[in-house]
């Protein structure tokens, strides 16, 4: 005897879809099958057609790179509404920015910080700390918060956007938004570039030796190739005096980072960590002091030198296009003119504090 024996329909079965898609994922658990990270390509090709606009301009223009990164980055805001553009732009605003810090390890040596005499190196910090104040009492003034001041005074204080990036990495988008550190960014770059332009000549209408000249330029300029640049607008001499102070002023970069991590405390994602490990200094920032000594040690050839600038570079200005990228156009509208106002008082009161040491003690 037989049977009629006919296919079941699954669809129509109680659970029967249930029952597939539990015998689905089971074969492919057993099968070792992870979740899928996204892909890096999409976001970091188009991060690099982005970097490699706005060095073009840079090269044929003569305008500071970081900051045509910072506007490139902006105009192309749109292309990170596509969630596989958010896997490498994440990457490249993170990884390349810690790198990039690392790398810059290769232009500083300790023997260059001790070039610099006691006077003039207490001086520079006294500067240092006068600019962090003036970036805190700016925010206060504009009503943002404490941690649009310290990241304006503190970039302002060290490196440009190689310092903002840095402490921004410790302060965190939870405490401040994408928007606010990329118009500060814009802000410090914009600043810096005026600098370059506007001090030497300032420097030479007040009749300012090169040593003088050196310091003031060396001391208040943001970026570390346009205070180098300025220097040497100036004078030879004024211009290795300029290095000297500058490179003194990256490296306080690490203890800066430290204790600003100290004083703003852990943010919501690490207050649940262990003291020892909130306390610690990122491993990108003990990267860079380790790079800095080795550099003390065993003195880098200067082609090696000028190939590690040049990384550093590339990598800083990824990782800023990439931030400008993410940003969020309508936090840039809300926040305004009021955050350049902390890297405006920064600004000032670094130029006049350095200007005051330097007359007096130069």
């Given at each position: 005897m037989q049977h009629n024996l006919k296919t079941v329909d699954w669809d129509n079965l109680p659970h029967g879809g249930d029952l597939f898609g539990e015998m689905e994922l089971a074969a492919r658990e057993a099968a070792g099958g992870k979740k899928k990270r996204p892909p890096l390509f999409p976001g970091l090709a188009l991060c690099g057609v982005a970097?490699?606009?706005?060095?073009?301009?840079?090269g044929h223009y003569g305008f500071p790179i970081i900051l045509l990164g910072l506007l490139v980055g902006l105009a192309l805001n749109f292309?990170?509404?596509?969630?596989?553009?958010h896997a490498g732009l994440d990457f490249a605003s993170r990884t390349c920015l810690r790198w990039g810090i690392v790398v810059l390890g290769l232009q500083v040596t300790f023997e260059q910080i001790g070039a610099l005499g006691v006077a003039p190196f207490i001086a520079l910090l006294a500067v240092m700390?006068?600019?962090?104040?003036a970036g805190l009492a700016g925010a206060r003034l504009a009503g943002q918060s404490r941690y649009a001041?310290?990241?304006?005074?503190?970039?302002?204080?060290?490196?440009?956007?190689?310092?903002?990036?840095?402490?921004?990495?410790?302060?965190?988008?939870?405490?401040l938004s994408q928007a606010q550190f990329a118009l500060t960014l814009v802000g410090v770059s914009l600043a810096s570039a005026l600098a370059m332009t506007i001090y030497p000549m300032l420097a030479a209408q007040l009749s300012l030796s090169d040593a003088q000249a050196g310091f003031l330029i060396g001391a208040s300029i943001h970026d570390v190739a346009q205070a180098i640049g300025g220097g040497y607008a100036f004078s030879d001499a004024a211009g290795s005096q300029a290095t000297i102070v500058?490179?003194?002023?990256?490296?306080?970069?690490?203890?800066?980072?430290?204790?600003?991590?100290?004083?703003?405390?852990?943010?919501?994602?690490?207050?649940?960590?262990?003291?020892?490990?909130?306390?610690?200094?990122?491993?990108?920032?003990?990267?860079?002091?380790?790079?800095?000594?080795?550099?003390?040690?065993?003195?880098?050839?200067?082609?090696?030198?000028?190939?590690g600038l040049t990384a550093s570079k590339t990598l800083l200005l990824l990782a800023v296009t990439a931030t400008a990228m993410r940003s969020r156009m309508d936090l840039l509208l809300e926040v305004g003119w009021r955050s350049v106002v902390p890297v405006a008082t920064a600004t000032l009161a670094s130029f006049a504090c350095a200007l005051g040491f330097a007359v007096l003690l130069l």
């Open positions: 970097a490699a606009a706005a060095a073009w301009l840079s292309v990170s509404q596509d969630p596989r553009t700390a006068v600019t962090l104040l001041g310290l990241l304006s005074g503190g970039a302002t204080a060290i490196c440009g956007a190689s310092a903002a990036l840095a402490l921004y990495g410790v302060i965190g988008k939870e405490r500058k490179l003194a002023r990256v490296a306080l970069l690490a203890p800066l980072v430290a204790l600003t991590s100290l004083a703003i405390g852990p943010s919501n994602e690490s207050a649940e960590q262990p003291l020892w490990r909130r306390l610690a200094l990122p491993w990108f920032i003990l990267a860079f002091l380790g790079v800095v000594t080795l550099n003390s040690l065993i003195p880098v050839p200067a082609p090696v030198a000028e190939t």
